[in-house]
């Protein structure tokens, strides 16, 4: 599966960006997808997963509330929406795929085979 991810761009502190995740073939009910992101000088870390069956999500903490995945079927697309935006929130954000998921909704880098090319999200203060 080769993953398109876009919408990222420049946002005021306190605005909203959703980022999108097309897939290039269906994905299948088994699958999790999930977004990540690298701000400058730092690793990449966890943002939030979904578990495409089920709907079940994962957050890392210092997006809950602020962040909402969710999946289009039909689409075959993932996204991202990211509301109250703070100026650490910039950073490449990039989605994977995870083929089989074993347990839950996956949060590690490692459980992920597949990534897109990454979009970057920058909010001024």
């Known amino acids: 599966v080769q993953l398109q991810a876009s919408g990222g761009g420049l946002v005021q502190a306190g605005g909203s960006l959703r980022l999108s995740c097309a897939a290039s073939?269906?994905?299948?009910?088994?699958?999790?997808m999930g977004w990540f992101r690298q701000a400058p000088g730092k690793e990449r870390e966890f943002v939030a997963a979904i578990r495409w069956s089920s709907g079940m999500t994962n957050y890392a903490d210092s997006v809950k509330g602020r962040f909402t995945i969710s999946r289009d079927s039909a689409k075959n697309t993932v996204y991202l929406q990211m509301n109250s935006l703070k100026p650490e929130d910039t950073a490449v954000y990039y989605c994977?795929?995870?083929?089989?998921?074993?347990?839950?909704?996956?949060?590690?880098?490692?459980?992920?085979?597949?990534w897109g090319q990454g979009t970057l999200v920058t909010v001024s203060s």
């Open positions: 994977a795929v995870d083929y089989a998921p074993v347990f839950g909704v996956p949060r590690t880098q490692s459980a992920y085979d597949s």
């Open positions: 073939e269906r994905t299948f009910s088994s699958y999790a």
